[in-house]
């Protein structure tokens, strides 16, 4: 408890309502003066072409850089931004510096490299969203199936209707749509049918489990077949072991991501790893 005041010997303390108060305008005045003062950074995870072992994309992953608490997970302030309406920001942030990036690369001799970008499910339905990426992409002269959009099935349960038409839209102009953390959330085969998307992102837990869980292992190649027959790419995120990929390789997985490739890392990193695994 907070101890508010103090007075003829009486304590008066905060009530557990107003501490939550308080602290969410703190966190909510520091999120904002994060936005204004360049806190957050990109870093940056390789994804593995498995048939050829090169990077063939990159994801881009938001960092908070706190000048005092140090480093704060996306986990823990990305549902934050999206309640207090920050996110709109924080993603045109993430979007224009993953996009500068990308340029960079390209003039550098990387051109097909893919970036992937996490679309908070709060983004889906603002109402200019396909307009403002498209002018982001113009903006970087970002060509046609150099970006991927990464989203939730949470995005999609809210509004199913007004996120299909809105994933139409973004494909027309060739995004690539990535449907993430598959498996963890209310996954439901019907989403699967009918959402145009390209690319599966099987999540982690399903990989972490391939070493102890055969189960798990059935429903992994299940998982992996069906993907296939709907037409979608596999990424397997989270490979840690060769095991976990030797797996995935012998069952027809076709991207891979993890600290067994490497750990997301900072922008001064990744050209190295790029001009050892890409030729
Ligand atoms: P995600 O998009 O599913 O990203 C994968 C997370 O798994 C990342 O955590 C990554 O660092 C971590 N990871 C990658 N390989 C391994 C591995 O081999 N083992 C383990 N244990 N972990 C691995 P991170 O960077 O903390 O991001 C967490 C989540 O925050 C992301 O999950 C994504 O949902 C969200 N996020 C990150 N950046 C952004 C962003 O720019 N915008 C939005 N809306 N969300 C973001
Ligand atoms: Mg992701
Ligand atoms: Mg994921
Ligand atoms: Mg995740």
């Known amino acids: 408890h907070m101890k508010a005041n103090q007075k003829d010997g009486f304590c008066i303390y905060m009530s557990d309502m107003r501490k939550k108060t308080w602290e969410y305008v ?3 005045n520091q999120l904002r ?3 204004n003062n360049q806190e957050f950074q990109l870093y940056y995870q390789p994804q593995i072409d498995l048939s050829t072992d090169k990077i063939i994309g990159i994801e881009a992953l938001i960092r908070w850089i706190h000048p005092e608490k140090g480093f704060i997970s996306p986990m823990e302030f990305i549902p934050f931004a999206e ?3 920050y996110i709109g920001e924080i993603e045109e942030w993430v979007l224009k510096t993953a996009c500068k990036q990308k340029k960079l690369w390209k003039e550098n001799g990387y051109d097909d490299i893919k ?3 996490n679309l908070s499910s709060k983004m889906l339905t603002q109402p200019n969203l396909v307009p403002n990426i498209r002018k982001i992409l113009e903006m970087y002269y970002i060509k046609c199936g150099d970006i991927e959009l990464e989203i939730t099935e949470t995005a999609v349960i809210d509004n199913l209707e007004k996120a299909i038409e809105v994933l139409h839209q973004l494909r027309e102009f060739a995004i690539t749509i990535a449907l ?3 498996g963890t959330g209310y996954s439901s085969l019907t989403y699967l049918q009918k959402l145009p998307i390209d690319i599966l992102k099987v999540d982690r837990g399903f990989i972490s489990n391939i070493d102890t869980e055969e189960e798990e292992c059935y429903i992994l190649k299940t998982v992996i077949d069906l993907a296939h027959n709907l037409g979608l790419k596999v990424v397997a ?3 840690e ?3 976990q990929l030797d797996f995935l390789k012998r069952n027809g997985c076709d991207i891979g991501q993890g600290y067994y490739f490497s750990k997301p890392v900072p ?3 990744i050209e190295s790893l790029l001009k050892e695994k890409t030729q």
Do not use: N, R
């Open 83 to 85: 309640e207090t309406g």
């Open 33 to 35: 003066y994060a936005i």
């Open 267 to 269: 922008v001064e990193d």
């Open 115 to 117: 970036i992937s970008i």
């Open 180 to 182: 993430d953390d598959f």
């Open 237 to 239: 995120e989270g490979i």
């Open 241 to 243: 072991t060769k095991e």
């Open 26 to 28: 703190h966190m909510s």
